[in-house]
């Protein structure tokens, strides 16, 4: 349901605004027209960055709540009713995620020239801008930003082959223990306690 936020763009706006926040370079020349226009440019290129940061701050909230209300579903509510609910609860997420989203996109192109700008025309001199632009610019920069959802999603598969079986040995331990904090009984216990209780037929009457 939800979408990802492209790698490449976040991890080049994440080092942006790193940079731009923790850097200490020697203080950079007075800011100039000319400046305030390098720094303009540079916040058109990361436009994408700046409305995934914005997409994200949603839609983390919206995950975290389906993660609960799943885990409230699986306790909660009669198994019958389940599937109901959980539809319902989750267009009632969706619809949050694509009403929140533009407004806060908005809200975030609008804010970045008076919080990043400031601080860029501050620790960067005109030459590092010109030097940043036309990297992000570059061909090579926009194939690698092109290629980085393929590579996470390959890379995150391979994870996931070669460590997933390890984490589901760790989560099927995980909820053992907790069933056992809460007094469970532990899985598959219920259905052998019911076979035992189960009435056993009438013997066969003896032979006369």
Known sequence: MMKKIAFAVVCAFGCLVAASVTAQPAPAAASSPAK????????????????????????????????????????????????????????????????????????????????????????????????????????????YQQMAPELQNTFAQKLIAEAGPLLDTKLQALQSKVRNTLGAPPAGAASDAKAAAKPVGKPAPAAK
Do not use: C
């Open 36 to 143: 305030k226009e390098l720094v303009q440019k540079l916040l058109v290129l990361q436009q994408p960055g700046i409305e995934g940061v914005a997409r994200s701050i949603v839609e983390r909230p919206a995950s975290q709540l389906m993660q609960a209300a799943g885990q409230a579903l699986q306790t909660q509510v009669p198994p019958e009713k389940r599937e109901a609910i959980g539809k319902s609860i989750e267009a009632d997420v969706k619809k949050f995620v694509e009403d929140s989203v533009p407004v806060l996109r908005d809200r975030a192109v609008k804010l970045a020239p008076t919080v990043i700008g400031p601080v860029m025309e501050e620790k960067f001199t005109e030459d590092e801008l010109k030097a940043l632009i036309a990297w992000l610019d570059s061909p090579v920069n926009k194939k």
